[in-house]
């Protein structure tokens, strides 16, 4: 019988990692360490629990590099990807999630599949010698036991940031007499929002209020540990001036107030569907340092949210990832010991999609290295193949942050207008777009030719 391949951690990357190993007739022993130790976001025992937004972000596999992602993940069979659309919620232009009907889906495919073993145990330690194929999937949540033990192994420092939670409210205590149903520019249905508009006084006020909040102490040595940009809390946002908000997730743009058409909106706070049921919306970019009841006290102060009853708080907990370009290989080994491969958001790529798709190549690279094939990589052109790149030799090491997939980390397009000036802007990222489909398409042939795929 073939040897297992081993896969530390249930989250997205791990999972789907798992499903692409199995797909080539390989076995997986698959170690998911909850509920036996639970960690600091978690609230299930369930695989590929989503911890944060519900949201895959947008689904525009033209103008979107996510979308784009999307569009690829589909076309490789990913598990992530098949479940998402399964239990998708409208979210207009966004792929958003039925979180439970999500997680619920994957574990039970996984937990059903005969070549898969769930242990659940925490592996606290390096792999023994005697696992010869091993992934590390463990997320921005790693053990500290664990962590500590790749360091220790690789000699580097693990980079770390803050990541927060966005609150969750019960449907039926939003006053609709005050809210409105509309997507920004009536965008997917139109309707996929729940938008609550502040007017000045009230966006000045709301504002004073993020600043004077309690707050969530830090332990002492997480004092120093900086924010990822893209995701952080409205009150360090609010500290960086009063527009900042007002110019990001609460941007007024794009929407009218059919309650109060008269009203000029300094901002308007969304909310998104959570499940399929809709009754749970989660608010648009609102993660949180506030401390519980100082959020109660602050977002109730939100016109249309005055009694809103929450069915999660927001919350904050310290994210670790590795210095991907300078200990990791291009296979995604781990350059002092090449064994182990590392995949999802521990390697530094931002995001539940950009996890998966990590996942999926490093699921790719273990089952190659197994059954004695080469390993293909997908083309730098695609969004996979830029993912890689930038994770493995694109980043530069001395100044590696968590990166969400962007047009940026793909080769730029020498696209010119017809007096030779290059054009920039939508086109660009359409022919970028258009390039990577093609590209990946001519990959999945040789591919699927060369590998041997059950």
């Given at each position: ?186 965008k997917g249905e139109g309707t996929d929002y729940i938008n609550c508009a502040l007017s000045q006084e009230q966006y000045d006020e709301f504002i ?247």
């Open positions: 019988m073939t040897n297992s391949v081993h896969i530390i951690g249930g989250g997205l990357a791990g999972c789907e990692a798992a499903w692409q190993v199995v797909k080539r007739g390989i076995p997986v022993i698959l170690h998911e360490m909850r509920p036996t130790q639970p960690t600091a976001a978690h609230k299930t025992d369930r695989l590929a629990e989503l911890v944060c937004s519900n949201s895959l972000r947008s689904d525009d596999s033209e103008y979107n590099a996510v979308g784009l992602l999307h569009d690829e993940l589909r076309r490789c069979d990913s598990l992530i990807l098949k479940a998402a659309d399964d239990n998708a919620v409208p979210a207009g232009g966004a792929l958003a999630v039925d979180r439970d009907g999500f997680s619920d889906q994957i574990s039970r495919t996984l937990e059903e599949h005969p070549l898969i073993t769930i242990e659940r145990s925490e592996v606290a330690s390096l792999p023994p010698a005697d696992w010869d194929n091993v992934i590390i999937a463990t997320g921005p949540l790693t053990s500290p036991a664990l962590s500590a033990a790749i360091k220790e192994l690789t000699g580097e420092e693990a980079l770390s940031f803050f990541d927060a939670l966005a609150p969750i409210i019960h449907k039926d205590s939003i006053d609709m007499s005050k809210a409105w149903y509309q997507s920004r520019y009536d004073n209020d993020l600043l004077e909040a309690e707050k969530m102490e830090f332990h002492e040595w997480e004092k120093d540990t900086p924010y990822f940009e893209g995701c952080l809390p409205i009150e360090v946002m609010a500290e960086r001036g009063p527009k900042t908000l007002s110019f990001g997730p609460l941007k007024p743009v794009g929407l009218t107030n059919p309650n109060n058409p008269d009203q000029r909106n300094a901002a308007v706070v969304q909310l998104r569907q959570d499940n399929k049921l809709g009754t749970l919306w989660n608010m648009v970019g609102f993660q949180t340092k506030m401390k519980h009841g100082e959020q109660v006290r602050v977002l109730r102060k939100i016109p249309g949210l005055e009694n809103a009853e929450f069915a999660r708080l927001g919350g904050i907990h310290r994210n670790t990832f590795l210095n991907s370009p300078k200990i990791l290989d291009t296979e995604l080994r781990l350059k002092a010991d090449p064994r182990i491969r590392f995949a999802g958001q521990i390697t530094g790529c931002e995001g539940y999609v950009e996890s998966t798709a990590v996942g999926w190549i490093a699921g790719q690279f273990a089952a190659a290295q197994r059954l004695g094939e080469e390993a293909i990589p997908p083309p730098e052109t695609t969004a996979l193949g830029a993912i890689l790149n930038h994770i493995t030799k694109g980043g530069i090491a001395e100044t590696f942050q968590p990166m969400n997939v962007n047009f940026g980390l793909l080769p730029p397009v020498d696209l010119r207008n017809a007096k030779g000036r290059k054009v920039k802007g939508r086109e660009r990222k359409l022919a970028q777009s258009q390039r990577a489909k093609e590209a990946l398409t001519e990959w999945l042939k040789k591919f699927e030719k060369d590998s041997k795929l059950t």
